[in-house]
């Protein structure tokens, strides 16, 4: 059974992690570029909005990558937290 889910009018395959990764790129440039606004006008009055969290679609266009780089035959991103210098005087 595909799990499918339509993103910008795109419908992908949530099974597939690296054609969702080209999609939520690609929806990322469309969201910065103002392909989302709203606009809306009372009279003279004109207003734009653009509601949008960058920062987790960030998060989720890592999780499609690493998902992808593990599925193709890659290893796991690591991030690994560096030891600070502490002097013991």
């Not at 690296?18 to 910065?32: D, F, M, Q």
């Not at 606009?39 to 679609?57: D, K, Y």
Request: proline content about 1%.
């Amino acid at each position: 059974m595909t799990n499918n889910v339509v993103i910008g009018g795109i419908t992908v395959d949530m099974d597939d992690p690296c054609s969702l990764a080209t999609v939520l790129k690609a929806h990322r440039l469309t969201v910065i570029a103002g392909g989302t606004v709203t606009m809306s006008q009372h009279g003279e009055t004109r207003m734009q909005f653009s509601a949008a969290n960058l920062n987790a679609l960030d998060r989720e266009i890592a999780k499609a990558e690493d998902a992808c780089t593990q599925s193709t035959g890659g290893r796991k991103a690591r991030f690994a937290m560096r030891a600070g210098f502490r002097r013991i005087a």
